[in-house]
Structures are given as structure tokens and as C-alpha cells.
């Protein structure tokens, strides 16, 4: 008795067990949901399209179905599919390609911005290196004039020390002159003072032999 009602009732949920399975609206704009499967039957309410359902039992041409959190009722067996609405499919991939646009355009924005650092460190880099190269040749030039500098430096100690001899042996040839010329000075004085006194005493001497010409 007990596996007969057992029986009984498998048969009874067997309908609903064999149909539970989901199915989407089509992409009608609405459809009735109506009370039994007939178009005589009251409507229940409007579904829209892209509208996920269960579907509990076909009959004939009509199916019925359960609205997730909502009524049982009837819809038209041709206006049911097996994959989504392709405009609920076309507003789900845009909804998911939003946030992918952001994220791609955040993306160009930061290129772009590494784009003009990069040609701003590109354009550094090259100033950078014109400088140093104005730098190296400033240098080299530097290095060049205290080449020459030191050279001027040098030649300017030997004449220096070339002065400082030639100086010394005109101080000396002056020295030996004028001790020359005082020398020659003195005897010529000398001399000539010598001949003057002997001129004196000559003419003393003369005076003297003739005193009767007085």
C-alpha cells in the first residue's frame, strides 16, 4: 500500500521534474502570461523581453512557466528560448564592456601621458648631452690655454732669469766702466795738474833769472 501511494505521488511530481528548466522570453517586446494555456484564459501580467523563467509543463502549444519571484501562469510556446534575449545579451555584453571602455581609455590617457614623458625625457636626455658636450670641449679648450698659459709661464721665468743675468753683467761692465773711466779721469787730472805745476815753477824760476828787466 505504502510503495503504491509512493508510486502515485513520483507520478504526480514527474511533470514538473521532467520540465524544470529555464527558458528566456524572445525578443518581443512583451508577452501575456496568462492563467491557463489558452488565449482565453485571463492575463496574469506583461513579461518583458529577455525575461529568465521556469518552465514547469508543455501543453499543445502553450507552456507554463514560473516567474523567479513571481506567478505561475501560460505563455505561447513560440515565444520561449532556450538562450537569453538577444537584446538582454547585447545590454549585458555593453554593461561588461563598460567598465572594460573606462579601463581602456584610462589606459590611452596614461600611453598618452607616458608618451609626452618620454619625449620630455628624450628631449632632457639630449639637452643633457649637448651640455656635456659643451662641457668636455670647455674642458679640452681649459686644458689647452693652461697647456699654453704654463708655456707663456715658462718662457716669462727664463727671460725672467735671462734679465736678471743680462742685468747683472751691465751692472757689472757699468761697475768696471766707471771704475775705468774714474781710473783714466784721475791720471788725465793728474796729469794735467802735474804739467800745470810744473808750468808754475817754470815760470817762477824764469822771473826770477831776470830781475834787471825790472
Do not use: C
Amino acid at each position: 500500500m505504502k510503495k503504491t501511494i509512493i508510486l502515485v505521488i513520483l507520478m504526480a511530481l514527474y511533470p514538473v521534474w521532467a520540465y524544470a528548466e529555464t527558458r528566456y522570453i524572445t525578443d518581443h517586446i512583451e508577452i501575456n502570461l496568462r492563467s491557463g494555456p489558452g488565449a482565453e484564459y485571463r492575463i496574469i501580467r506583461m513579461l518583458e523581453s529577455g525575461q529568465k523563467i521556469e518552465v514547469l509543463e508543455n501543453k499543445n502549444n502553450w507552456t507554463r512557466v514560473q516567474v523567479p519571484d513571481g506567478p505561475e501562469g501560460w505563455v505561447f510556446s513560440r515565444y520561449l528560448q532556450r538562450s537569453p534575449a538577444a537584446r538582454r545579451s547585447l545590454q549585458a555584453l555593453t554593461a561588461r564592456l563598460e567598465p572594460i571602455e573606462a579601463e581602456n581609455e584610462s589606459l590611452r590617457a596614461e600611453n598618452e601621458r607616458l608618451l609626452i614623458m618620454n619625449q620630455e625625457i628624450a628631449d632632457q636626455l639630449e639637452k643633457t648631452k649637448k651640455e656635456l658636450q659643451e662641457a668636455v670641449s670647455a674642458y679640452e679648450q681649459l686644458q689647452e690655454n693652461s697647456a699654453e698659459f704654463l708655456k707663456i709661464k715658462e718662457e716669462h721665468e727664463n727671460l725672467k732669469v735671462l734679465l736678471e743675468e743680462k742685468k747683472n753683467r751691465i751692472e757689472a761692465l757699468e761697475s768696471k766702466i766707471s771704475e775705468q773711466f774714474l781710473s783714466s779721469a784721475i791720471k788725465w787730472f793728474l796729469a794735467g795738474a802735474g804739467v800745470l805745476l810744473i808750468g808754475i815753477l817754470l815760470g817762477n824760476r824764469a822771473k826770477k833769472k831776470r830781475p834787471g828787466l825790472r
